[in-house]
């Protein structure tokens, strides 16, 4: 049986160690994927200096790579197979219209969720991994350096956009990613046996 399964949250909160430890427990039927994809397109929105590139360029090649990862998933449903992705839209939603507000003619969450649902397939489960910022940000802060979405303010309006996108989505679940791995991973994995994936 195929299912598509998405996990979101704030730089810090465990999405890709879950992601995979939850693929190694579902095992061989489950593939692991994430955003920025590994596609050419992908590869540059990750290499990208984002000092020269404008929000709307950011977003825009954000959305390039998610309608070809978006197709790539859509391979692996038909093949019978549990997608277990780290980020989706609700990500570039998220992300990017806190880079937008103030600079954006409108509501740029609302023209981001509505654009990226137009390209998008609608995950089976979303679940948010919730944890406060500050602690996102002491469990990065081993990394190299800080990316310009690493820094408080910027992250408090992240989860506040990723609060909103789970009132306005009922089917998103959002769950309390404060915990070691492998709790957070046992509850991720008991929705996904909930939905029957």
């Known amino acids: 049986m195929s299912g598509f399964v998405v996990l979101e949250g704030i730089d810090g909160c465990g999405k890709s160690s879950v992601a995979k430890l939850l693929v190694k427990r579902i095992g061989k039927r489950a593939v692991f994927t994430r955003e920025p994809t590994d ?13 020269e590139l404008s929000p709307y360029t950011d977003a825009l090649l954000f959305m390039a790579d998610r309608a070809q990862h978006t197709q790539e998933i859509s391979k692996l449903l038909g093949k019978g197979r549990l997608v277990i992705s780290d980020r989706y839209y609700h990500s570039t939603v998220a992300y990017q219209a806190a880079c937008l507000k103030g600079i954006f003619k409108g509501d740029p969450f609302k023209w981001l969720l509505e654009a990226n649902l137009k390209i998008s ?40 956009n990723y609060l909103k996108l789970a009132r ?24 996904v046996k909930e939905r029957n994936l």
């Open 39 to 51: 596609s050419w397109i992908g590869k540059a929105v990750r290499r990208g200096d984002k000092r």
């Open 121 to 160: 397939l609608e995950p089976d489960l979303t679940i948010i991994l919730d944890i406060p910022p500050k602690l996102g940000l002491k469990r990065i802060e081993g990394r190299s350096k800080l990316s310009r979405f690493e820094r408080l303010a910027f992250l408090e309006q992240v989860r506040a």
């Open 168 to 191: 306005l989505d009922k089917t998103i679940v959002r769950i309390d990613a404060s915990g070691d791995l492998e709790s957070v991973t046992d509850a991720v994995l008991e929705l």
